[in-house]
């Protein structure tokens, strides 16, 4: 695991506020010297740090006005029902996030739909038919917790994936 000072983590600080700021201006934020402000976020990057820069896409820009939680059970535990799932999910273009979880289901999905209709050809047509899903559970996103009345803010959605 890198060490990290201080410095380093105002540098992650500056980056993760604005991913598209210059090395000069990360070094004026920070009170470095733009050359060893460089090495460092070069070392950041090289040390697995910093993993990589993107833009955040606004789903209500693309037209998908929908984000539901959706929890599933595996019928099969062992390793080849995870894979399956997996690699099933993975080609699912609708589903920004996949997290394993502990407790009575195995996993979290956050997806991101344009409407209703949508909705419900994802869950029976894609989500439910693919063989070692057991049982899913929906949940409509109605805020995040900070004002947010659509649950679009901060959302990622897969743009070219097929």
Request: charged share 25%; proline share 5%; glycine share 10%.
């Amino acid at each position: 695991m890198p060490r990290l000072d201080a410095i380093d983590l105002r540098i992650l600080a500056a980056l993760q506020a604005d991913g598209r700021m210059s090395t000069l201006d990360v070094a004026e934020r920070v009170g470095l010297s733009p050359t060893p402000c460089s090495r460092r976020i070069r070392r950041l990057e090289d040390e697995g740090v910093i993993e990589g820069y993107a833009a955040r896409v606004s789903p209500r820009a693309l037209g998908y006005s929908i984000c539901v939680m959706v929890s599933v059970r595996l019928a099969r535990q062992g390793p080849d029902g995870h894979d399956q799932f997996l690699s099933a999910v993975e080609r699912l273009p609708e589903v920004s996030e996949c997290l394993l979880v502990t407790g009575s289901i195995d996993y979290l999905l956050r997806i991101w739909v344009r409407d209703i209709e949508a909705l419900r050809a994802f869950i029976t047509e894609q989500l439910q038919s693919i063989p070692s899903v057991a049982e899913t559970s929906t949940m409509v996103i109605l805020g995040d917790g900070k004002g947010q009345a659509t649950g679009l803010r901060g959302g990622e959605v897969r743009i070219g994936r097929p």
